[in-house]
Structures are given as structure tokens and as C-alpha cells.
């Protein structure tokens, strides 16, 4: 089966209904990030990230995967998927896709704040701020804050590597490391890009296919034409 791996950024779960970060008026524009999403913020005033991410998880559980999530999740009935994603929602997981990778880390799952490996998964959607790990210390949401590094960039690169086609839907590959992750992708494999704006591809090498839509719209085009070719 063909390999393909689908990166995917905000966009996707924009058009769920889940508020992205770096529009105009998206969470970066209401909260600083110097405040919620930074080691020095969870020491400085714990409350106010804890009560950010419950916001966040809480705004997840009452939202559903849309089509271009469900589109991705089909075309494993006929190729080798992979997902490497940016988001840290679970809407591709709950569309059905098998093989996803969360580079920024879980908003359902909670770590020791001692052993980032000691991870948790969270019920509902409300942490306390005194909860805690099997280890005894604090929980904090499993989330890569601004500073820390990305523990699963490695092993995205290794899945980039092994790619025979490239979706790329909804990020604008403004965000880093995430963005240099499509110069792992073999030399001569397509890279189809969904997405109404123009992401910043100028570090891609490889042939792109830019397909103008929303998500919604242009992931399922692209997954019926996909597959219809194989058939052919």
C-alpha cells in the first residue's frame, strides 16, 4: 500500500469550531502567551494555566470531527495513512484515523511535572490544581509549552522519511521545528497542500499541488481523486 502522510495544523480543527491560536482573532490575541503556555507561567501563576487548558479540553468534548478529519481516516481503507499533527485535539483519533503522532503534545492527557514520561490520561475535562501522579507530584497538561523541546520531532522525521505522498492541511508552516519537517520528505514525492491561503512552502523542495479550499471542502476533492486514480 502506498504510503502517504497527512501533516496537519489548525485549519483542520478550525472549521470544527475549535478556536485556533494565530488567526486575528484567535486565543493569541485574547491570552499572552508569556502567560498560559510557558514553564515560567505554570510556576508563576499555575491557576491560570490549568483554568486555560480546562477551557480548552472542555471546548473539545462538545465538538465533532468534520469532513476533512473523516476524509483522512477513509483514505486508510485504501493506503497506508500516517498523521503528524500540530493539533492537540483528539478529532482525527475520533474520525477514525489510527496512526496519528501529536507533536505538541495531548489536551486529554496529563504528565508528572518531575517525569515528562509519565503520562496520564484525563477524565472529563476539569484538572484540580492539586492533582496528582502516580509519582506523587504535581500533574500538568501534556502539552509542549513555548521553550521546551518537542520529544516526538524525531519520530516524525522518521515517518516524513518513509512518505510516497505528502498532504499538507491547514498550518500555515510558520511554526517551528513543526514546519522544517517537510524537508525530510523524499526527494520527488508529491506534496499536496489544502489550504484557501498561501502556507510558506519556500523550504519545500518537492513538486507542490496547492488545492485553495478550506479543509472541509478540499481534503474530501483530494481523497475521492486519490483514490479513484487507484482504481483506475
Known amino acids: 500500500m502506498k504510503k502517504i502522510v497527512v501533516f496537519t495544523g489548525a485549519g483542520v480543527s478550525a472549521e470544527s469550531g475549535l478556536a485556533t491560536f494565530r488567526d486575528a482573532d484567535g486565543l ?11 514553564p515560567e507561567a505554570l510556576a508563576r501563576n499555575r491557576a491560570l494555566v ?6 480548552r479540553r472542555k471546548e473539545l468534548l462538545a465538538t465533532l470531527p468534520n469532513a476533512a478529519h473523516v476524509a483522512i481516516a477513509q483514505l486508510e481503507e485504501q493506503f497506508d495513512v500516517e ?3 500540530q493539533n492537540v485535539d483528539d478529532l482525527h483519533e475520533r474520525a477514525g484515523s489510527t496512526k496519528v503522532l501529536h507533536l505538541h503534545g495531548e489536551l486529554k492527557k496529563l504528565r508528572s511535572e518531575k517525569n515528562p514520561d509519565l503520562i496520564v490520561p484525563i477524565d472529563g475535562w476539569e484538572q484540580t490544581l492539586d492533582d496528582k501522579a502516580p509519582d506523587g507530584s504535581l500533574l500538568r497538561p501534556h502539552i509542549v509549552f513555548f521553550g521546551e523541546s518537542v520529544p516526538m520531532y524525531d519520530a516524525a522525521v522518521r515517518i516524513m522519511q518513509g512518505a510516497e505522498l505528502v498532504i499538507v492541511v491547514g498550518t500555515s508552516l510558520a511554526v517551528y521545528p513543526a514546519a522544517s519537517l517537510l524537508r525530510y520528505a523524499p526527494s520527488g514525492v508529491p506534496v499536496f497542500v489544502v489550504d484557501p491561503g498561501e502556507p510558506d512552502c519556500t523550504a519545500v523542495r518537492n513538486t507542490i499541488y496547492h488545492i ?5 471542502k478540499g481534503v ?5 481523486k486519490l483514490i479513484s486514480e487507484l482504481k483506475r
Open 220 to 224: 474530501p476533492m483530494l481523497a475521492e
Open 212 to 216: 485553495k479550499e478550506k479543509a472541509g
Open 28 to 38: 493569541w490575541a485574547q491570552y499572552r502567551i508569556e502567560d498560559v503556555c510557558t
Open 50 to 55: 490549568i483554568e486555560f487548558y480546562n477551557k
Open 83 to 85: 498523521v503528524i499533527t
